[in-house]
């Protein structure tokens, strides 16, 4: 049965069949076919040179508003993709306020995979944290080591192995590494332009996050996320006066409510989270949402006449997220006297949800680690997976499958470190799974 096949069914049972033979179907445990014990023997035959490209990245300072910083590593990714035969151009993102991205595409037959990756970090330039360090033969810490420069060293050296071995001529292949996944720029809908056309093209998308570090662990599922802003406003007057019918409750209390109603109200369903990250409330309020801060002028005498709050929304579903929202403008809509509310959303990741497919694909995922000695993977809690450039792709490929890259521990902190023993793991697993979806197609 091929992967076509497998997605066009829609009955669970189907699924769950089809799973099954493809998840077995290809090897018996440690059986590698001869073309895919040439893909392991090239992996471990160049892992030195993946560990000085993924130094020589790591060097880099490519902070997300180090416009110069993340082209520079993206010309070091767009000589590897060059030396392989790839087409590659860079997408300016004049229009969306950053650097932009490197889109490299191979290939006019076969299935079409999409790798997704990433050339900003959260490091810029006056952080302190900017150099590669190793620890020990198995361990280096460095900006951006795992989130995700790993990630991309690990596609280039997938792709490397499956070129060496005559496999890449029967796939279509688009790598797409964001310049701005840590700091997107705005609007949104421009800033993934790229990444939207790309999805709508391509019938797997894979993305070389480094999940939760676990390389027992891939994503399935995130969660995306909306920002949302309440705005109140009351009637000013002597505070003795609160409460009177004439001047009602104050623009405080009314935020007040609202936030505790949303908290009685949504609290406690699976992966629902909404946060109010900023509160602002008075007689006047300056708030610069660009730039999260603001300030608040009031007195303890003097009803409060604004407020303004900001948050996000995190569901694991489009169907969640409008769930969500409708209960909460129903909620603003119940205004204590004297107030007036208004509840705005923006868009922002939209989520990935934990389909059949991406079931299916995962199942192929945990076929191919077994086979090559490396143990189950399983899938990681929704829960504890956070937004990502994938989420992109819903809706648009068959299927999707992320945490594919550079496992390790402490990222966005300055103890981001690597366990560089699964640089060639990875990688092994990625070629392989890209050489069976390209069999099986």
Do not use: C
């Amino acid at each position: 049965m091929t992967i076509r096949e497998i997605v066009a069914n829609t009955l669970p049972a189907t699924i769950i069949a089809s799973v099954a033979f493809l998840a077995s179907s290809n090897a018996v445990a440690a059986d590698l076919s001869p073309t895919e014990q040439a893909i392991v023997a090239r992996v471990d035959g160049h892992t030195r040179a993946a560990l000085d490209l993924l130094q020589r990245t790591v060097n880099i300072n490519s902070g997300s508003m180090n416009f110069a910083g993340v082209r520079e590593v993206g010309r070091v990714f767009r000589s590897e993709f060059d030396t392989l035969g790839f087409e590659t151009r860079w997408a300016d993102g004049a229009t969306f306020g950053r650097a932009g991205h490197l889109v490299a595409e191979f290939g006019h037959q076969g299935i079409h995979l999409l790798l997704i990756g990433h050339l900003d970090t959260v490091f810029e330039p006056d952080s302190p944290f900017q150099r590669y360090e190793p620890i020990s033969s198995s361990k280096a810490r460095g900006p951006g080591i795992t989130d995700m420069k790993g990630g991309n060293v690990i596609i280039v050296e997938a792709l490397r192995a499956l070129k060496a071995t005559g496999s890449l001529e029967n796939m279509q292949i688009t790598v797409i590494l964001i310049g701005d996944e840590e700091s997107s720029g705005k609007p949104l809908k421009a800033a993934r332009a790229e990444l939207i056309k790309a999805a709508t093209a391509a019938n797997v998308a894979l993305g070389f996050e480094d999940g939760d570090g676990d390389p027992h662990t891939a994503v399935i599922a995130r969660r995306g996320y909306s920002g949302w802003r309440l705005e109140v406003t009351g009637r000013a007057a002597h505070s003795s006066q609160i409460f009177s019918p004439d001047i009602g409750h104050g623009a405080i209390f009314e935020a007040a409510r609202v936030l505790t109603s949303f908290r009685e109200t949504l609290e406690g369903e699976p992966y629902l989270t909404f946060n109010p990250g900023v509160v602002l409330g008075g007689t006047r309020v300056d708030f610069d949402e660009g730039r999260s801060r603001g300030s608040a002028f009031g007195k303890a005498n003097v009803i409060a006449e604004s407020t303004v709050v900001t948050g996000d929304l995190r569901t694991l579903s489009i169907e969640q997220r409008e769930s969500a929202i409708t209960r909460m403008q129903a909620i603003v809509a119940r205004q204590l006297p004297g107030t007036r509310s208004q509840l705005t959303f923006t868009d922002g990741y939209p989520p990935l949800a934990p389909t059949d497919p991406n079931k299916a694909l995962l199942a192929l995922y945990d076929r191919v680690s077994r086979d090559l000695g490396f143990g189950p993977v399983t899938a990681v809690d929704p829960a504890a997976a956070g937004a990502a450039d994938i989420s992109f792709t819903a809706g648009l490929v068959d299927m999707a499958l992320d945490g594919l890259g550079l496992m390790g521990s402490g990222g966005h902190t300055v103890d981001e470190t690597a366990d560089l023993e699964t640089l060639p793991s990875q990688t092994k697993r990625a070629a392989l799974l890209m050489h069976r979806l390209s069999v099986n197609f």
